[in-house]
Every structure is written in structure tokens, then in C-alpha cells.
């Protein structure tokens, strides 16, 4: 596609619901990552995810959350039995591909709010 | 470790002013670089970015910025400000690893512009 997608773009739930965020790459990137984006704050680290590679998992905050990608097309990030403190924009990034470029491109975000 | 300093949370100036935006970095290797800027409600667009050679780099939106390995520096500038400049600026630090590349972001740099 033309640039990194991401569904929902607003995500409303209770807490202790499970939520599953979908983020599509650019075709042919290669890498994937995930960010969360709280309120009045800078980007955090969650997860990427390398061709085949094992992904690197070190800014997962908790177990409760986890990420999945299938080959190098979508991920899904997912977060079971959501906190309030969970409620943050989720953004999505990728890179890579033929030229191997470093930069990363960003979806629009999932906003989510835990009631 | 890597990381990233923004120290200014937010900065107002006026239309057709000057603009530089402070970045200061930590990395024990050369540094990839990079300006995104966000708008209310978007996702991040890429500014510009450094990964070698020219250490004065020129973006979209008439922005530029320039590193300085001895200062540890990548401010971005911008010689007369425009109102739809006024957005959340973060800069960010790359540590390519395995042919992906894991961003450090900043805190960000909100920025006003009043005419």
C-alpha cells in the first residue's frame, strides 16, 4: 500500500476486555514496530519485528501484552484484560525494503481509551 | 544506552520568526538521526534525517538541522515560522540492529505559533 495503515482508529473498552490492534506495513518493509504514545508523551518502545528473526520484545510492559505478524505483511498487537493506564495511541511503524532503509514510516495511530 | 534529550516542552513564537528546536543525544556509536513532527491527531511525519556524510541536512517544509558529534546536538531550524508549523516535534536516535532500526524518541517539543 501506499503507507502504513492501522484499525481501528478509535477503540473504546471496558476494563478487563481483551483489544487486538491491526497494523499493515508498507509492502516490502521488512521491519514492523510498535509504539504507545500516552498522553503529553513521547513515543515508547514495545515490540519489532525483523523479517524472520525473533522479534525483539524488551519495551513489552507487562505480559498482558503481546504482538503477532504474519511473514512480513500485518501484525496484530494484543492486549488482554486492559488496565486504564493502557489508554494511550498506539502507532505503528515500518521499514526496510529493497533500498534496506532505516526510516521508519508511521500509521495514523489507535487511540484507546479504557473505561 | 541510547537516549534522547528535548529540553524544551514547549516554545512559542511568533509567524515569521526564527525557529531552532534543541535535540541532544546519548549513543556510543554514530548515531542515525531524525526530526518527526506530529499534528493533532496524526501520526508522525519524517522531517529529516542523518546517517552520515553532510553534517547539514535538509528536510520538507523548509526545515534543516545539524549534527554536532562534539556537542552530541541535532537542532532543527527553521529560518521564518509559518502558523501550520505549529505541531509536537519529536527527535529520535537510531540503533540499527540486525537490519532493523530501534528509535529513541524524545519527549517531544510542542511548538506555537501566534501571528
Known amino acids: 500500500g501506499a503507507g502504513v495503515s492501522q484499525s481501528p482508529s478509535n477503540k473504546v473498552t471496558e476494563k478487563g476486555k481483551d483489544v487486538e490492534l491491526r497494523c499493515d506495513p508498507i509492502s516490502g518493509h521488512t521491519a514492523l514496530y510498535w509504539y504507545r504514545q500516552r498522553l503529553g508523551q513521547g513515543l515508547e518502545f514495545l515490540i519489532y519485528?525483523?523479517?524472520?528473526?525473533?522479534?525483539?520484545k524488551s519495551g513489552l510492559p507487562s505480559d498482558r501484552f503481546s504482538a503477532e505478524r504474519t511473514g512480513e505483511s500485518v501484525s496484530t498487537l494484543t492486549i488482554q484484560r486492559t488496565q486504564q493506564e493502557d489508554s494511550a495511541v498506539y502507532l505503528c511503524a515500518s521499514s526496510g525494503g529493497a533500498s534496506g532503509g532505516y526510516t521508519q514510516y508511521f500509521g495514523p495511530g489507535t487511540r484507546l481509551t479504557v473505561l | 544506552a541510547q537516549s534522547v534529550t528535548q529540553p524544551d516542552i514547549h516554545i512559542t513564537v511568533s509567524e515569521g520568526a526564527s525557529l531552532e528546536l534543541r535535540c541532544n543525544y546519548s549513543y556510543g556509536a554514530t548515531p542515525y538521526l531524525f526530526w518527526y513532527v506530529q499534528s493533532p491527531g496524526q501520526g508522525l511525519q519524517l522531517l529529516l534525517k542523518?546517517?552520515?556524510?553532510?553534517?547539514l541536512v535538509q528536510g520538507i517544509k523548509g526545515f534543516e538541522a545539524e549534527f554536532k558529534r562534539s556537542q552530541s546536538s541535532f537542532n532543527l531550524r527553521k529560518p521564518s515560522v509559518h502558523w501550520s508549523d505549529a505541531a509536537e516535534y519529536f527527535c529520535?536516535?537510531?540503533?540499527?540492529?540486525?537490519?532493523?532500526?530501534?528509535?529513541?524518541f524524545g519527549t517531544g517539543t510542542r511548538l506555537t505559533v501566534i501571528p
Open positions: 542523518y546517517f552520515s556524510g553532510d553534517t
Open positions: 529520535a536516535v537510531g540503533a540499527p540492529r540486525g537490519g532493523a532500526n530501534n528509535l529513541f
Open positions: 519485528f525483523q523479517g524472520n528473526s525473533a522479534p525483539d
